[in-house]
């Protein structure tokens, strides 16, 4: 069934698996949209209209709550324009599709979990206002910008396209298709998924809730990477870091990865998984390992290299699986700073420690030396 021009809904609309197009705009005044594995397809704006308001010629005196029920898992609703959906207490969105080519301004979560899917498929920008989440999103709009400025986004499905937040590079994760220089990034939900390209940062990186999946590709962050959520996964790729990695939380994981910092490197919380025996950390400063680093059991192979001072705060013993080489290559006179503790943590493994320096190690290395390969 088609409609021609704009369309003023007054009372339940039961689609009852059948196709309705509104070749205008949509307002829903009274009544309760029931999909029943129907499809409906608006092609202006979808507005729902609260008790008394007026909208051009419409009026809304409705009697009960007006809602959109999405229950089935075939129910398809499509809105070329903006989608603006109040908070009546009686939607229920929780399965099928919804695709939006315009704004998204909610006072309701648009899905719980992943059965309800909303595509964003505009040919500008568009802007998401919601007052709760979006349970699962995919963003085929690639040729505007997506802006969420309230509200979170649970899952994102990997597409090229990524969304901003306060219209800056505050970004949920995308998948690349081309090498890309940006200024300041934060990531705050998603996959970033390198998909064999060149990310440079000319300043700082900061994890706050996403995945950093490097796959095949190139992170260079000229300034700090830090992770206070989320994962990073150096899959046989490259992360160089010109200033700090700071990682709060999370698991920073190389499978055939190398990672390059040129400064400071402070494990402070979380985990590091190293896979392979190919993947390398080389730390140009010091290192530092936190009281709450690692679960009680951690894989460690590959090398990891140290020109500056190691300090491990004291913990409970962690028993570490694999084939680690740690070579502390410091400059001349350069003292290791808690070397004990060290070797208490990776006592009892097969860990080579290989000292290619020249300065003092604290008293009592001797009850450790046959642990040490030099």
Known sequence: ??????????????LNGHKLTINGSFYHCDGSIIFNGGRLEVKGDYQMIEDYQMIEDYYSYYSEPVSICMNNENDYFKVNGKFNVLDTQSSSMYKGTLEIGGDINSEISLGTDDELLVILNGKSDQILNISGSIGRIKNNNNTGKVHIVSGSLNNIEKTKNRIYADNSEIIYGWILNEDIELDNVELIGGELDLNGHTIIVNGDFVNNNGTVNINNGKLIINGDFSQYAGDSKIDNGYLTIKGDLIQNNGTFCLNNGNVIIEDQCRFNSGSLV???????????????????????????????SVKGDITIEKRKKVKLDGNLTLCLNGVKNRKLIQILNLLYLILNVNVKVCIYMAGAILAHQEKYMAMIQI
């Open 274 to 304: 190293m896979e392979k025996d190919i993947d390398n950390i080389s730390i140009s400063g010091n290192l530092y390992i936190g009281e709450n680093y690692f679960t009680e059991i951690a894989e460690l192979n590959g090398k990891i």
């Open 1 to 14: 069934m088609v409609i021609d021009g704009d369309f003023a809904l007054d009372s339940n609309l039961d």
